[in-house]
């Protein structure tokens, strides 16, 4: 086991608590809307009922993280982008092809014993109005999932396209959790959905992401994300 990567996995969920009190706690998506205050650009990080840190200390362990508009040429906000992932507080429904949080949650429920596979599910970047249709019951039962995740979030307000600090410090906290070819640390639960999952980057990172699971960290960004955290005032 590496000293080094438990200890900054400690030092990691000792900034996501002081990100917990500047917040005045966490938030769960399907009580949020868009009129709520938001910063306009940001980083999120996801925590999931029922998995506990085992090796950090105490308390929910992160299972994504994520932000939004990384090339030069995109104008996604913050809320937008949580909202892709929470889907439509009207249907209940929502559209997995513009959320790949979405996609993968639901590529795992597909894989649960008992479970009939729906054959559109993640097929093209569009789909006609009967496919959708058809899928929307499956698109709830996501949304119920993704839903009910308490999440933080971080204001890092700096431009579209690279550098990036919100990229930085996706990238390097996603690297840091990641148990992808590591020691596994803070061990998913026998029980994580994310086990039922088809992609091994999700099922042995013990994360909702594929991206930068698969890399090595800079230890340097902790000290960044001291400073964003530091700078919050909500």
Not at 7 to 12: I, S, V
Not at 97 to 109: D, K, P, Q
Not at 123 to 147: C, F, P, T
Not at 172 to 179: P, Y
Request: glycine share 10%; hydrophobic share 35%; proline share 4%.
């Amino acid at each position: 086991m590496s000293t080094a990567r438990l200890d900054d996995l400690r030092y990691f969920y000792q900034l996501m608590a002081n990100l917990d009190r500047r917040m005045g706690g966490k938030r769960v998506l399907s009580a949020c809307t868009g009129k709520m205050r938001w910063p306009q650009r940001g980083v999120y990080f996801f925590f999931e009922e029922g998995e506990q840190r085992s090796d950090t200390g105490s308390g929910l362990r992160v299972v994504r993280v994520g932000t939004h508009a990384l090339s030069a040429s995109a104008r996604t906000k913050l809320w937008q982008r949580l909202s892709q992932h929470r889907g439509s507080a009207k249907s209940g429904g929502g559209n997995h092809r513009g959320s790949i949080f979405r996609l993968l949650v639901g590529e795992a429920l597909a894989r649960q014993p008992h479970t009939e596979w729906i054959g559109t599910w993640g097929q093209g970047n569009s789909a006609s109005g009967d496919i959708r249709l058809g899928e929307l019951e499956y698109e709830k039962r996501v949304s119920a999932v993704i839903g009910t995740m308490p999440f933080l979030w971080l204001d890092v307000d700096d431009e579209s396209g690279p550098p990036n600090l919100r990229s930085f410090v996706e990238r390097n906290a996603i690297a840091l959790l990641s148990n992808y070819n590591k020691a596994t640390l803070d061990s998913p639960s026998p029980e994580w959905l994310g086990r039922f999952s088809g992609r091994p980057k999700v099922r042995l990172s013990g994360l909702w992401n594929q991206n930068h699971v698969d890399e090595p960290y800079d230890p340097g960004f902790l000290d960044v994300l001291n400073h964003l955290v530091s700078q919050m005032d909500l």
